[in-house]
């Protein structure tokens, strides 16, 4: 993983570095041995509280019936049987995975569209660049309103314009077949802006001669993209769709401002369905076990992702 | 005639892309000034000639607003205080030094990134609450006390500090306190600009951690307030909520 987000954020640095010796080796006195221990301290202790601690404590907590009043209770496995027999919570990880896909197609997709689009350094597409990424600035919880009220069944600017080309309105919000792809249309449009961005400084690191000996050998600009641009700008896609993915499964703000899980539990993802558990109906074991689901998902994803793609991502 | 089609057809996707950018922003910041009456018009109303400025004045009495700008102000500062603190120290170490455990601790570090609040806020919640520190300005900004990320960031601007002048220093017989804040720190500055940005940015609009730390107004912030205004109105009086997300939306842009 230091590899992979050294090659992507300082791409120059790690070829020099393959030159140059980092550091140089100085001799230090033997009371000086103990002083980088003590610069990392801080740090690690508060990770080590604030992650690490409460990781175990979850994971030790999924074995036990509690619900902060009466004394904990081991119960083994039984949070998980419980579970894994519930449809409830099967409903609830169809949600998450629902939510994650479209967001990750969606939102990757139409950035890396929007970044070819506005490639060429011109005032409008510098317009167009900051209007895209407005909503990426704005607090997530203020783009949630604004959207619960361009989504308003009755007044809603939405079903406004969509009674003027004369179809019926959509009850966004309120249909459980629709609601979770408005939470999906929000997450894109509040983080599409950030992806291109990202994507657009990608690509101007594309040396001008790759694009210059492609235009020699007569290459299409399909042939281009996917054999010059994709896989020079694979470094950064590779590590913004992580971050992305990391986003997704821990989005809370939208569900619980928006739908509050509803209608009927069509949006509730994980992570609300850990909060309500926990914090709602107290039932700490039960929700330390869907953590401990969420944790290990998080986990196999982000291994997956860095033993698959990870040696196919062309580095300089 | 290809060229007159492409043009024709790039100018029609730069105003859609303006338009779905735009105008909810542009919504937003109407309704703040609409009253009641003129939110539920049809059709709706795209301008008003004399804006109900009072639904700002309402929606600062309908929530505690000087205290959570407060509480908001101390978080963010004092996040952003205990990250320079526990960041630069560790990123310094991490770049210039040679320990036993280096690689394992580095990588340790970098593996929380994948981690979110979000999954361990309960035992976190716990702790504060066996401790009493609920409601505390602690709960909210001791865990996020550091940055995994930043860490990193920081980490490698250091690496790319030459040699020459560490060696230059060590001459002098300057330490390591001298080398960090004469040397390492002002080569260092539009990472930590950044980095400072983003802290910033980040915990001003944080809504999640404030919401489940706390269990009254006493600390609770902006972003936590402006949820509430919604739900005190029960979803009802939506004005206020729209003006409210003009004033963060514009704090924290």
């Known amino acids: 993983m230091e590899q992979v987000l050294k090659r992507i954020f300082f791409p120059a640095a790690s070829r020099v570095q393959a030159v140059l010796p980092a550091r140089t080796a100085v001799r230090r006195r033997r009371g000086a041995a103990l002083l980088p221990y003590l610069l990392i301290a801080p740090a690690l202790a508060l990770l080590f509280v604030f992650v690490l601690y409460p990781i175990g404590y979850m994971v030790y907590l999924s074995f036990f019936d509690w619900n902060m009043i009466k004394p904990k209770e081991f119960v083994g496995l039984q949070n998980f049987v419980t579970m894994f027999h519930d449809p409830e919570f099967f409903q609830v990880l169809g949600n998450t995975f629902q939510y994650t896909v479209w967001t990750l197609v969606f939102g990757m997709g139409l950035a890396l569209a929007a970044a070819c689009f506005l490639k060429k350094d011109t005032r409008i597409n510098r317009l167009l660049q900051s209007a895209i990424f407005l909503p990426y600035v704005m607090p997530l919880v203020s783009v949630a309103f604004i959207w619960v009220w361009l989504m308003d069944a009755d007044y809603g600017l939405l079903n406004w314009l969509l009674g003027l080309v004369g179809l019926p309105g959509i009850r966004w919000l309120q249909d459980s077949a629709v609601a979770m792809y408005s939470l999906i249309l929000v997450s894109v449009w509040k983080c599409v802006g950030y992806n291109t961005l990202i994507i657009l400084s990608a690509m101007q690191g594309v040396p001008g001669y790759l694009y210059e000996a492609a235009r020699l050998d007569k290459a299409g600009p399909a042939k281009t993209f996917f054999k010059i641009t994709l896989p020079m700008i694979s470094p950064s896609l590779f590590f913004l769709t992580l971050m992305n993915l990391i986003a997704c499964f821990k989005m809370f703000e939208t569900v619980n401002i928006m739908t509050a899980g509803g209608p009927a539990n069509a949006t509730s993802t994980l992570v609300y369905s850990l909060y309500q558990y926990g914090f709602k109906f ?10 401990v689901v969420l944790m290990v998902i998080i986990g196999a994803c982000t291994l997956v992702y860095f033993g698959a793609l990870g040696k196919r991502v062309h580095y300089r | 005639m290809k060229r007159t089609v492409c043009r024709t ?16 922003v542009y919504w937003m910041l109407l309704t703040a000034v609409k009253t009641m009456g003129q939110c539920y018009q049809t ?15 309402r929606a600062f009495e309908a929530i505690p607003f000087r205290n959570m700008l407060k509480n908001s102000l101390i978080v963010t500062a004092g996040t952003l205080l205990c990250q320079c603190v526990t960041v630069i120290p560790a990123a310094y170490a991490f770049a210039r030094m040679r320990f036993r455990g280096e ?8 593996a929380t990134m994948m981690i979110p609040a979000q999954l361990i806020f309960l035992p976190v919640f716990l702790l504060f609450s066996q401790a009493g520190l609920i409601n505390s300005y602690i709960s909210l900004i001791i865990p996020h006390g550091t940055s995994a990320f930043a860490i990193f960031m920081l980490r490698q601007t250091f690496r790319q500090v030459p040699d020459e002048l560490l060696e230059a220093a060590r001459l002098d017989k300057a330490g390591q306190w001298k080398i960090i804040t004469r040397i390492m720190l002002p080569l260092a500055r539009p990472t930590l600009l950044t980095l400072c940005l983003l802290t910033l940015v980040t915990t001003w609009s944080d809504y999640f951690w404030p919401f489940v730390m706390t269990t009254n107004n006493d600390v609770r912030t902006l972003s936590v307030g402006v949820s509430m205004l919604r739900i005190v109105d029960g979803g009802v009086d939506y004005p206020l909520p729209f003006l409210w997300n003009r004033w963060s939306g514009r704090c924290t842009g």
Request: aromatic share 18%; proline share 8%; no cysteine.
């Open chain 2, 43 to 57: 059709p709706p109303a795209f301008w008003v000639s004399n804006p109900a400025w009072d639904n700002f004045t």
């Open chain 1, 282 to 291: 107290y039932k700490l074991g039960y929700a330390s076990a869907e953590g």
């Open chain 2, 103 to 110: 690689k394992l601790l580095f990588g340790a570090v970098l």
């Open chain 2, 9 to 24: 057809a790039r100018s029609a996707v730069s105003i859609l892309m303006l338009l779905v950018f735009f105008v909810p």
